[in-house]
């Protein structure tokens, strides 16, 4: 299973990005698909989780201001990025939680990161 992100970059405090996360290979049940982040010195913290019934959860930090969503043939997300802050800078990184199997548990799955820098 590979995850694929992309999308990040630099833009100015209240600007907007989005982030796509592709979830790729031996799926055979996706339990929820997310996006943590991780800002220098600190801890990786969650962002947002989507499970596969629609479901969304977000960190208060984002709430209002990013939304999760599936597109597609829903092995892909998106997460738009509203009135971005500066405290909004992070390395994030896309989470997918599945089973490649009928008999397997559901694992963790990371993607490579991706820059989101917001300027003051």
């Known amino acids: 299973v590979q995850l694929q992100a992309s999308g990040g970059g630099l833009v100015q405090a209240g600007g907007s990005l989005s982030l796509s996360c592709a979830a790729s290979?031996?799926?055979?049940?996706?339990?929820?698909m997310g996006w943590y982040r991780q800002a220098p010195g600190k801890r990786r913290e969650k962002v947002t989780l989507l499970t596969s019934g629609g479901i969304t959860n977000y960190a208060d930090s984002v709430k209002g201001r990013f939304t999760i969503s599936w597109v597609n043939a829903k092995n892909t997300t998106v997460l738009q990025m509203n009135s971005l802050k500066p405290e909004d800078t992070a390395v994030y990184y896309c989470n997918g939680v599945f089973k490649i199997s009928p008999t397997e548990s559901y694992y963790n799955y990371w993607g490579q990161g991706t820059q989101v820098t917001v300027s003051s």
């Open positions: 290979g031996n799926i055979f049940s996706i339990s929820s």
